[in-house]
């Protein structure tokens, strides 16, 4: 039986006060040990789960998932106002510099950027080497052509339409 509950964000910053927001999880993400598209899988959150959030680290909420430290893509956090208000007060208490967003699709663009300016994409179909991670993105829409976006770790490749 599964219970839809809130996803409590707490914040902690070295021994600072937590601060949090209420948010749900938009749907099951995977729960990895890296930052990264190829870390390992330690297991899920599903839709409606409680997780403790510490922080926020290059496109990825940094978990406390069964007493280890794990990463999920933020890509499963919409950006709400609270959400983008308690990234903001992340980045604000870490220093992190904002560099300036790209305004439209262009090769070279992060993935993180591609989601900001298009939206999730419809599938992403994914292959992974040795030292790379190839995605193609694929985005359709009703009475649209079919437009594809070929992304090498991270970063916009290629575009098809």
Not at 46 to 60: I, M, P
């Given at each position: 039986?599964?219970?839809?509950?809130?996803?409590?964000?707490?914040?902690?910053?070295?021994?600072?006060?937590?601060?949090?927001v209420?948010?749900?999880?938009?749907?099951?993400?995977?729960?990895?040990?890296?930052?990264?598209?190829?870390?390992?899988?330690l297991?899920?959150?599903?839709?409606?789960?409680?997780?403790?959030?510490?922080?926020?680290?290059?496109g990825?909420?940094?978990?406390?998932?069964?007493?280890?430290?794990?990463?999920?893509?933020?890509?499963?956090?919409?950006?709400?106002?609270?959400?983008v208000?308690?990234?903001?007060?992340?980045?604000?208490?870490?220093?992190?510099?904002?560099?300036?967003?790209?305004?439209?699709?262009?090769?070279?663009?992060?993935?993180?950027?591609?989601?900001?300016?298009?939206?999730?994409?419809?599938?992403?179909?994914?292959?992974?080497?040795?030292?790379?991670?190839h995605?193609?993105?694929?985005?359709?829409?009703?009475?649209?052509?079919?437009?594809?976006?070929?992304?090498?770790?991270?970063?916009?490749?290629?575009?098809?339409?």
């Amino acid at each position: 039986m599964k219970t839809i509950l809130t996803l409590l964000l707490a914040f902690v910053c070295l021994g600072a006060s937590a601060q949090g927001v209420r948010h749900l999880v938009t749907e099951t993400a995977k729960v990895k040990d890296k930052p990264e598209p190829i870390g390992n899988v330690l297991g899920e959150i599903n839709k409606g789960d409680t997780v403790n959030v510490l922080g926020f680290f290059e496109g990825y909420w940094i978990l406390n998932y069964k007493s280890k430290q794990a990463y999920v893509s933020e890509l499963f956090f919409p950006a709400t106002p609270d959400i983008v208000a308690a990234k903001d007060d992340w980045d604000k208490r870490h220093h992190v510099v904002k560099v300036e967003k790209p305004t439209f699709i262009k090769l070279g663009i992060t993935t993180d950027d591609m989601v900001r300016l298009a939206g999730r994409p419809t599938d992403i179909n994914s292959t992974y080497t040795k030292d790379y991670i190839h995605q193609q993105w694929v985005y359709q829409k009703e009475g649209e052509k079919t437009k594809y976006y070929y992304f090498e770790n991270g970063k916009l490749t290629a575009i098809q339409d």
